[in-house]
C-alpha cells in the first residue's frame, strides 16, 4: 500500500470513487451535494492533490477551497497554491 491510498482510504467511500476513477471535477459537487463542511477533508485533499500532482486533481482542489472553504482563514492561499502548481 503507498501513501496514496493511504490518503484516499480517510475519506467517505463516495469520494474514494470519486478520486479513483480521476473524476477530479465531481469533487466540488460531492461538497455542494452532501453538504459537507468537515474542513479536514479539504485539507487532506490538498495532501493527495500535491502527491498525485496532475492539473486536473490541482484545480479541483483549489477550486474547492475558492468556492465551498472561502470562509477559512487561510483558503485563499490554498486555492492560490494549487492555482499555482498548475501555472
Do not use: W
Request: charged fraction near 15%; hydrophobic fraction near 45%; glycine fraction near 2%.
Amino acid at each position: 500500500m503507498n501513501s496514496n491510498d493511504i490518503l484516499i482510504n480517510m475519506f467517505p467511500d463516495a469520494l474514494q470513487q470519486i478520486i479513483r476513477h480521476q473524476r477530479y471535477d465531481d469533487i466540488l459537487g460531492y461538497f455542494l451535494e452532501e453538504n459537507i463542511n468537515d474542513s479536514k477533508l479539504a485539507y487532506h485533499l490538498s495532501v493527495l492533490a500535491t502527491h498525485i500532482d496532475t492539473i486536473p486533481c490541482h484545480e479541483s482542489v483549489g477550486t474547492l477551497f475558492h468556492f465551498h472553504f472561502n470562509y477559512l482563514e487561510d483558503a485563499y492561499h490554498m486555492a492560490y497554491y494549487h492555482f499555482l502548481a498548475v501555472a
